[in-house]
Nanobody, 118 residues
Framework: QVQLVESGGGLVQAGGSLRLSCAAS???????????MGWYRQAPGKQRELVAT???????NYADSVKGRFTISGDNAKKTVYLQMNSLKPDDTAVYYC?????????WGQGTQVTVSS
C-alpha cells in the first residue's frame, strides 16, 4: 500500500510561483520503486489531465501547456515528489493530484487547490 499527501497549493497572482509536494508513505523502500510518478490536474467542468511525469529512470514528460514553466522532481530521502510551478497563469487554476504507479497499481493523493488570479 502507498499513501500520498499533497501540499503547497494556494492562491497566487499571475506570474507567480508555487511548489507542490507529494509525500509518500507505506510499504516501499524507495520512491524510485514506483515505475512512474506524476502530477495531474482537474479544472472545474474539465477532465483530469496530465501535467508532468517522472519515471524511475528519471525521464520526465510534460504537457505542452506547462513546458518551460513547470519542473517535476523526486527526493528519495524525503520520499517526496515535487512540482515547481513558475510563471503561473489563470489557466493553471485547478486541483492538482499526485499519482504513482507501483507494481501495476495506481495510487492517488487527495489533491491540493491551486488558484491563479489575473
Amino acid at each position: 500500500q502507498v499513501q500520498l499527501v499533497e501540499s503547497g497549493g494556494g492562491l497566487v497572482q499571475a506570474g507567480g510561483s508555487l511548489r507542490l509536494s507529494c509525500a509518500a508513505s507505506g510499504s516501499f523502500f524507495s520512491i524510485f520503486s514506483f515505475s512512474v510518478m506524476g502530477w495531474y490536474r482537474q479544472a472545474p467542468g474539465k477532465q483530469r489531465e496530465l501535467v508532468a511525469t517522472i519515471t524511475s529512470g528519471s525521464t520526465t514528460n510534460y504537457a505542452d501547456s506547462v513546458k518551460g514553466r513547470f519542473t517535476i522532481s523526486g527526493d528519495n530521502a524525503k520520499k517526496t515528489v515535487y512540482l515547481q510551478m513558475n510563471s503561473l497563469k489563470p489557466d493553471d487554476t485547478a486541483v492538482y493530484y499526485c499519482k504513482v504507479v507501483r507494481q501495476g497499481q495506481n495510487y492517488w493523493g487527495q489533491g491540493t487547490q491551486v488558484t491563479v488570479s489575473s
